[in-house]
């Protein structure tokens, strides 16, 4: 990968999304563009993003039955953009149907997006997941079984807390992908996360990839906020 610091762009539209961006005018940036965005804007704005020379992570996380999925990964992938996820709860059938689709609509000539799948949101704690997933183990146990599916169905990485992130390289292998929200500085507001750390925390507890939206998107001077935490993830 060529950028290991995705920025979420967690805009509602292109007009603002795109004020964000005027900050790094010639640098080429890995952002994670959510459902918000696009559903409001769509292809056309991945299109855009793809042309300015950024890497795109295209975070709509889909679940649902293996067909549907199959046929809108083919979708997907004729955005050429660089990673796509999936809710590993859709289970083995559905994962590797997301990847089929990939790989038949990725155009010619030009790599398959990465996929990766959802594990346990991080906004999610374990206690939370016990009573109302009925999921009655602890959350690295759960982590760690989903990320085992995922790697049986021919995915390239989970989405998961750095938290378990060693323990996930442990059980699948380094080539693995373990890509990780809920990244904060030391002192910003955890926002709606319960799961987080900050970027030097991420890489020393094996993240291979991170994801970070407001302490960036929100910051007085985000060319400033984004070099701190390229600087704190490559220290």
Known sequence: MENEVIIALDFPNASEANDFLRHFHGQSLYVKVGMELYYQEGAAFIQQLK????????????????????????????LSVDMVNVHAAGGTDMMKAARSGLEEGTLAGQTRPALIAVTQLTSTSEEQMQREQLIKRSMEESVLHYARLAKKSGLDGVVCSAFE?????????????RVTPGIRLDGGKSDDQKR??????????????IVIG??????????????????EWER
């Open 196 to 209: 987080i750390v900050t970027p030097s925390n991420a890489r020393a507890m094996k993240s291979s990839m």
């Open 165 to 177: 992130a060693a323990s996930i390289e442990k059980a699948t292998d380094t080539s693995f992908l």
């Open 51 to 78: 042309n300015n020379g950024h890497q795109v992570f295209l975070d709509l996380k889909l679940h649902d039955i293996p067909n549907t999925v199959y046929r809108a990964m083919k979708v997907l992938a004729g």
């Open 214 to 231: 407001r302490p960036i998107t929100g910051a007085a001077d985000p060319a400033a906020a984004y070099q701190k935490v390229v600087t």
